[in-house]
């Protein structure tokens, strides 16, 4: 079965301390890695796609990148708006778990 | 430009009811998937409607059913409710059916969550 793994399931931040957070993935068929930003009570947020090996993504402090087995989303000088829950899914055709199929998320604090 | 708009956005049910959760997709879109999410957990895959018919269908027992409208409006119908189907319920609107692919997602909305007691 495909499966979607993200490591740490939570990470607490201070202002400014940089890190990774990692997404490993078995799937079959893969068409593109989606990362996204939840809010507490709130739908997913589109942040990036990425599509090939090798490829990257920036959006002000995030950094996406890719691998054939995993993606990481680099997040540098974060601040407090920062926190949130980042998920990762991957984007394939058919299948009973539908197209998009997601981790569990890793829960980001950042401290002032 | 509207995105995903779901209603309502929070209902509490008892064991047994009947619930109907609504979702208009973004404009342009015609495809509507339904995800559920319990807390802490990534969405789960429900099922996938596109031009009024279900197109794929995730791990769900057939209390899950759905509806598509002509307008691409959808619904998702929950019967004989249980404590367990309380959970965030995600709409996310895509183009193409299956066969989508965007550098830009699968737009969600914010969901509706249920509560069953």
């Known amino acids: 079965e495909d499966q979607v793994t993200q490591s740490p399931e939570a990470l607490r931040l201070q202002e400014g301390e940089s890190s990774s957070l990692n997404c490993s993935y078995t799937?079959?068929?893969?068409?593109?890695l989606f990362w996204y930003r939840q809010d507490p009570g709130k739908g997913p947020e589109f942040l990036f796609t990425l599509y090939s090996a090798g490829e990257e993504k920036e959006k002000e402090r995030l950094k996406a990148t890719l691998t054939k087995k995993e993606s990481f989303l680099h997040i540098t000088a974060p601040k407090p708006e920062d926190s949130a829950t980042y998920l990762c899914a991957v984007h394939k055709y058919g299948g009973s778990q539908g197209n998009l199929i997601f981790g569990k998320g890793t829960k980001l604090s950042v401290k002032p | 430009d509207a995105g995903v708009t779901q209603s309502p956005t929070h209902l509490i049910k008892t064991r047994g009811q009947q619930v109907t959760l609504r979702c208009s997709p973004k404009s342009g879109h015609d495809t509507v998937s339904w995800y559920q999410q319990a807390l802490g957990q990534g969405p789960q895959f429900i099922f996938q409607?596109?031009?009024?018919?279900?197109?794929q269908r995730g791990n769900f027992p057939d209390r899950f059913s759905g509806h598509q409208f002509p307008n691409y409006s959808s619904e998702l119908n929950v019967n004989a409710l249980l404590l367990g189907d309380s959970a965030l319920y995600l709409c996310?609107?895509?183009?193409?059916?299956?066969?989508?692919?965007?550098?830009?997602?699968?737009?969600f909305g914010s969901g509706t969550r249920l509560t069953v007691v």
């Open positions: 996310a609107s895509s183009r193409g059916g299956t066969g989508y692919q965007s550098n830009y997602g699968y737009t």
């Open positions: 409607y596109y031009e009024e018919e279900e197109r």
């Open positions: 799937v079959s068929g893969l068409r593109g």
